[in-house]
């Protein structure tokens, strides 16, 4: 019986440090996944046509302002970086994609104008579109 609590503790003391590690992973790109939750709130707010114009305008403000706090977070924090994590990586690669209200603004565009720029979209491409079912 104390050979077995001896054991125990043992094993308990090995496994500790390895889920401790995989939750601090997970907490170092919260604020990661809270900015990719709200860069995709404005994109989504941006595209859609469903509110008044005054309503969509303040809508789009608090957003802007939301995720130029969220980007600010991401790029001080030191854990993002050093995670290691694929989704970090890929994050801080595209920078001009993931930091939209950053990016945009150093390069004294609207942040949908800048994505849009990003991703290839632009009038030419947008009136060679067919429209349909794929």
């Not at 990719?36 to 008044?52: F, G, K, M, V």
């Not at 939301?66 to 993002?80: I, K, T, Y």
Request: with cysteine; charged share 25%; net charge neutral.
């Amino acid at each position: 019986m104390k050979n077995l609590l001896s054991f125990s503790a043992i094993c308990l003391a090995l496994c500790l440090p390895i889920t401790t590690m995989a939750s601090t992973e997970k907490n170092a790109l919260f604020s990661l996944h809270n900015l990719e939750r709200e860069r995709s709130a404005l994109l989504t707010e941006l595209i859609s046509n469903t509110d008044e114009a005054d309503q969509k305008q303040q809508k789009v403000q608090a957003l802007y302002r939301r995720l130029a706090d969220l980007e600010r977070m991401v790029l001080r924090d030191e854990r993002v970086a050093n995670s290691g994590s694929r989704v970090a990586k890929k994050a801080l690669e595209q920078y001009e994609l993931t930091f939209i209200i950053h990016a945009a603004s150093e390069h004294n565009m609207l942040p949908i104008d800048h994505w849009l720029q990003e991703v290839g979209i632009n009038t030419q491409s947008i009136m060679h579109a067919k429209a349909g079912a794929r």
